[in-house]
């Protein structure tokens, strides 16, 4: 590989938009790999900034940094993500997407409500929650954020 074709760590935060600290981060969670200088300087290579376009993307979208590792499993590691690879990863997205939509559909419609039984209002509660029954069911707001299904 030519040294021309790796990057410091500065040079991947300023190309990728993304601080020093979580390319560090990321590493440690095996999402980006470098290697090291004989100064012990970290060097990536340039398919690095795709790897973080996904993971950025992901992100965005509100995907977990582990529903990325779970994606990136099937990727050599110093491989950027093809087209095939976006498909995959995008098709194992999905349903996880799809609930997150579902969960906020949820949030919204019931907003000026309750919170689900977190709780907002023990007087109220009485009416949807008596004897706090929902807590047999899991922590939280379970009402709006229903536990998965196994």
């Known amino acids: 590989m030519n040294r021309d074709d790796l990057l410091a760590i500065g040079e991947v935060a300023a190309r990728s938009g993304v601080a020093s600290s979580a390319l560090r981060y990321y590493e440690t969670l095996g999402l980006i790999t470098s290697t090291r200088t004989s100064g012990d300087r970290r060097r ?3 398919s690095v900034l ?3 376009a996904v993971i950025r993307a992901a992100q965005q979208v509100g995907l977990s940094l582990g529903d990325i590792a779970i994606a990136f499993v099937d990727l050599a590691p110093h491989a950027a ?3 095939r690879d976006w498909r995959r990863m995008a098709a ?3 349903p996880l997407l799809e609930r997150r939509i579902q969960d906020l559909q949820r949030v919204r ?3 000026d409500n309750c919170i689900g039984c977190g709780c907002l209002s023990m007087q109220q509660c ?3 929650n008596p004897h706090d029954k929902l807590a047999a069911i899991g922590p939280g707001p379970r009402r709006l954020f229903p536990p ?3």
Request: aromatic residues 14%; without cysteine.
């Open 44 to 46: 990536y290579r340039r």
């Open 50 to 52: 795709r790897r973080i």
């Open 81 to 83: 993500p093809t087209k």
């Open 92 to 94: 194992r997205w999905k």
């Open 109 to 111: 419609d019931n907003l």
């Open 126 to 128: 009485t009416l949807y």
């Open 148 to 150: 998965l299904p196994r």
